[in-house]
C-alpha cells in the first residue's frame, strides 16, 4: 500500500505564497496521475490540480492561473506552488492518485491565508 505524507502548509497573507510537497512510498508512483485536493470546513472534498505521469496538467477554474502542479518521478513526489493566495483557498490540501479508487489518504498539511 502506498503512502502519502503532505507538507509544506501553513498561515499566509492574502497574495502570499507556498509550496506543498508530497511524498509517496514505493515504486509505482510514476506510472499514475497524480492529484491535489483540498477540503475546506463543512466542504466535500474537491479536486485542485492533477498532472499525469507524461506531465500534462489540468487545474480547476477557481486556481488556475495562480496554482502550478509538477511531480519529480525520481523522488516520489509531486509538488503544488501556490501564489497569489485567497482567504477562500483556505483548506487541508492532499495528495492522491486520480482514480475511483484512491490509496489511503494521508493525513493532509492545513494551509490557512488570513491577514
Known amino acids: 500500500q502506498v503512502q502519502l505524507v503532505e507538507s509544506g502548509g501553513g498561515l499566509v497573507q492574502p497574495g502570499g505564497s507556498l509550496r506543498l510537497s508530497c511524498a509517496a512510498s514505493g515504486s509505482i508512483f510514476s506510472f499514475y496521475t497524480m492529484a491535489w485536493y483540498r477540503q475546506a470546513p463543512g466542504k466535500q472534498r474537491e479536486l485542485v490540480a492533477h498532472i499525469t505521469n507524461g506531465g500534462s496538467t489540468n487545474y480547476a477554474d477557481s486556481v488556475k492561473g495562480r496554482f502550478t502542479i509538477s511531480r519529480d518521478n525520481a523522488k516520489n513526489t509531486v509538488y503544488l506552488q501556490m501564489n497569489i493566495l485567497k482567504p477562500e483557498d483556505t483548506a487541508v490540501y492532499y495528495c492522491?492518485?486520480?482514480?475511483?479508487?484512491?490509496?489511503?489518504w494521508g493525513q493532509g498539511t492545513q494551509v490557512t491565508v488570513s491577514s
Open positions: 492522491n492518485r486520480l482514480s475511483s479508487g484512491p490509496w489511503t
